[in-house]
Every structure is written in structure tokens, then in C-alpha cells.
């Protein structure tokens, strides 16, 4: 079966098969601890952000940025959440060949496809661990304008060796071609790996980040993409003004400032998939060597057929892979979630493997 598509919504996944409302969420991959308590608290405060106009350049939320990453203020692009700054790649790209590393995040191609870009895909493999094919990527470099990494990876959650990441940026920039690395989940990565150290001296990379995932506040829809000064400014002149609300460049700011609370969630994660990862695997299940917070489930045929189906009877939803190229519905991809939400998972799928 080709079960529809629905991310972080599971609505559109049971409403046409008119199955039980979702209780548990395991498809959505944003942090588990939810919004940080001094957003929370001080939520009444904010309310006067919204009688003015935003600030057009969002110049404090970048100027916060620049001033953690080490970075020029001009060398930053915020958006209404990474896909408002992936849509304006795919337009500076438009017609263009691109080589997306895949299975990966269905917008990617999407917004190529928008775009009137020929797409061409290198494959990760479970054999491989799901390692980053650097051979093989270079194997296929011939006429790409822009390579596509997800760095760490969705759905897979594994991040890729530094230096293959800086031995391919090198080729690239060898031969005059673009690189974008969506790094959309690299604080939930305790060492952060990240490629941003390098804008300053590479004229072809861009580097994706999004602030919805690591602070739970995906309804407010605010990210940023860093790169050289001219590729910002091209991009920026696609935007529309006042792209990202007063609020969102706000609570933005605060956020980038919380380290505690980036490093709470750390720990609290790796403690979580530590227990969740050895029950799944006396389940006889594989699990990807995720280094965030969700992981590709596997290890019995046709998962998102045969497992996805009893877990949404028991008002649980996973993430199906059929819009996953490469995978064909044989994983799922679940999120880390509370302590309690994560054992009533695993006694689901216990009773699944021993029925």
C-alpha cells in the first residue's frame, strides 16, 4: 500500500482511512522536552512584538548568529523556516543538474522538481552503515552545479566523517561546484559537527540550519542559511519584506543564547536511545547508528506495511519511508520521545514481534 504523505501531521495519514486520532506522535522529529521554560514564562511578555513591524533584515537575530558562529552578519540569510530559504535556492538553481545524497528529505527534490532541475541521486546503504559514499558521489560529479547533503541525515539520523565531508567540499571547490548541507539537526549532536567554520573561505558553500527542531517551536517558522556575501545577497533580493514575524526573530535570539538547554536535551536523548536501542535490538529489529533524535527502524520486511498499520490501530504514528527514495516502505523512522511515550512504544512493539 501507498499510504499518503504526512510528516509531522497525522492527520492526513489516518483521516482518509478513517482510522483513531493519533495519541502518540513518533513521526514528528522536533525535541521531546519541549519549548524551554523561560519561553513558557514568558510568553505574556511577548505580546507587544506583534503591534509593529518586524525588523526587515532581522539584523539582532543575526547579528547573535555571527557572533556564536564566528561569522560575518552578511554571510547570514533568516527565513520563515529552512523551506522558505530552500525555496529560494531552488530558484537560484533553477535549471540546474543537481546530485542529492538520498534516502534524505523529500523537499529537496521537490523544490527541485518546482525548479526545472535535472536531478541525479547517490544512494546510502544499510550495508554501508549508512556512511556517506564519498567515491561514489565523486564518481557522478561530472556537469552537477549543486551537491545536497543532510548532514546529520533525515531520516537515517547518522552523521557523516568530518574529514569526507572536508575532502568533498575540496572537490567541489576544484571543480566550481556548489555544495548545500542541511544541518537542520547538528545540536542534537554533542560535538555539533558542522562545515560553517569554512564560509569564509569557500565561495561554494552553503550551509542550511533550522531553529524549529532543537527548541520544539516548529509553529513559529524561523531559520537561516550562511554563505558568501554575494550568494546572501541574491537570495535575499528573492524574499519577500518582513518574511520572518517579530516574535519568531525574537524568541530566536533567546534560544541561540540557551546552551543549558541545548546540553540538556543532549543528555537526555543519548540516555533515552541507550534504553530504546538495546530493547529494539533484542526485538530482532536494526536500528540506524543515529546521532539525533529519531532513527530508521528496520530489520523485518515491508515495515511501513506490516508494523505501520497495528501501531495506528493502538493511536500510535511512525514515519512511513515510500517518499524516502531508496527505502520503499521497508523501514520506519521514529522519534525519540518522553521516557513514557518511548516504553509504550516499545510494549507495542513487543506485542507485534510476538504476535
Known sequence: MKWPSHGANPQYLTDPLQLPEVTYDFSVNVNPLGTPAWLQEQWGSFFELITNYPDPHAEDLRRTIALQEGISEKQILVGNGASELLTLIGREFAGKRLLIVEPTFSEYRMIASMNNCTVESVFL???????????????????????????????????????KLFELLNELERRGVSLLVDEAFYDFVHNEPTLIQHINESSHLIILRSLTKMYSIPGLRVGYLAGSERLVQKLASYQPTWSVNALAQHIAVGCINDHSYRQQT???????????????????????????????LGGYPSLSDTLLPFLLKNRVAVRHTYNFPGLNGDYVRLAIRTKQEND???????????A
Open 125 to 163: 546503504t544499510e550495508s554501508e552503515g549508512w556512511g556517506l559514499p564519498l567515491e561514489r558521489i565523486k564518481s557522478k560529479l561530472g556537469g552537477i552545479d549543486l551537491v545536497v547533503i543532510c548532514h546529520p541525515n533525515n531520516p537515517t539520523g547518522v552523521s557523516y566523517k568530518q574529514n
Open 266 to 296: 543532549r543528555e537526555f536523548i543519548y540516555s533515552e536511545k541507550e534504553q530504546v536501542f538495546s530493547r529494539l535490538k533484542k526485538l530482532s529489529f536494526t536500528v540506524s547508528k543515529s546521532d539525533v533524535n529519531y532513527y530508521l
Open 344 to 354: 509504550y512504544l516499545l510494549e507495542l512493539l513487543e506485542r507485534w514481534v510476538q
